[in-house]
């Protein structure tokens, strides 16, 4: 390999990153871009978006200041942002509706 031909690797790397690669963007802001997305959230959703935010906002402040977050800290984030992000999918076998689905086989003793 020669010495053009790792730079242009270097560069192709480099430049592979994914377009949404935010690693500057602060836990607050994730939090706002994921709640303004999730338009299965309502208004008996307020709670757990408040904490959601209050968390993130604390997260936030600890990384500013240059301290590791505290681990319960950061498993209560994930906790809260996974229980708000299951509510927007489609329960496992619900396929009620669904026309791209066959219909169900009645009749038929296993």
Known sequence: MTDQTA??????LAN?????DDDDETYLESVKR???????????????????RSLARVLDDELTRG???????VSQFGLTYRDLAK???????????????????GGIDW
């Open 7 to 12: 730079a242009i690797d270097a560069d192709e």
């Open 87 to 105: 509510l927007g999918q489609k329960p496992a076998g619900d396929d009620a509706g669904d026309p791209s689905m066959p219909p169900p086989m």
């Open 34 to 52: 994921f709640i303004k997305s999730a338009t299965w959230l309502g208004e008996e959703h307020r709670p757990a978006m408040k904490v959601l």
């Open 16 to 20: 592979a990153a994914e377009p949404d």
């Open 67 to 73: 301290k590791a977050p505290q681990a319960a800290l």
